[in-house]
C-alpha cells in the first residue's frame, strides 16, 4: 500500500497544478485494507492517465495480492485512487 499512496501523491504533484492538495486516508478492519487518496487539483480526465505508467504499476500491484483498484477524475475536479485488499485469513497463521 506505500507504493500506491507514493505513486497516487506523486500524480497529484505531477497533473494537479499549484496549489494542489491530497488527503489520504486509510481503514484497516480483520477482513480488509482500504486506501483512498483524493486530490483537488487540476488534473486530467480518465482517458489522459490510462496509459501512464504509474497508474499501470498500481493496478498490477493490487492485482499481484489480490486486489481491487479504482481510479478517476473527481467532480467537480481532482483525482481519486481507492485501493481494497482481502487478506488471506491463513496466511497470518
Known amino acids: 500500500m506505500f507504493r500506491l499512496v507514493q505513486e497516487a501523491l506523486t500524480n497529484t504533484m505531477k ?3 499549484p496549489g494542489a492538495t491530497a488527503a489520504v486516508r486509510l481503514q484497516l478492519t480483520p ?3 482500504r486506501v483512498e487518496v483524493d486530490d483537488d487539483g487540476a488534473g486530467g ?6 496509459a501512464g ?3 499501470t ?3 498490477e500491484r493490487v492485482s499481484a495480492f489480490g486486489g481491487e483498484l479504482d481510479c478517476g477524475p473527481r467532480e467537480p475536479r481532482g483525482w481519486r485512487v481507492s485501493a481494497l485488499l482481502r487478506p488471506d485469513p491463513a496466511a497470518a497463521s
Open 15 to 17: 497533473h494537479g497544478g
Open 31 to 33: 477482513a480488509e485494507v
Open 45 to 50: 480526465t480518465a482517458g489522459s492517465y490510462s
Open 53 to 55: 505508467g504509474g497508474m
Open 57 to 59: 504499476g498500481m493496478r
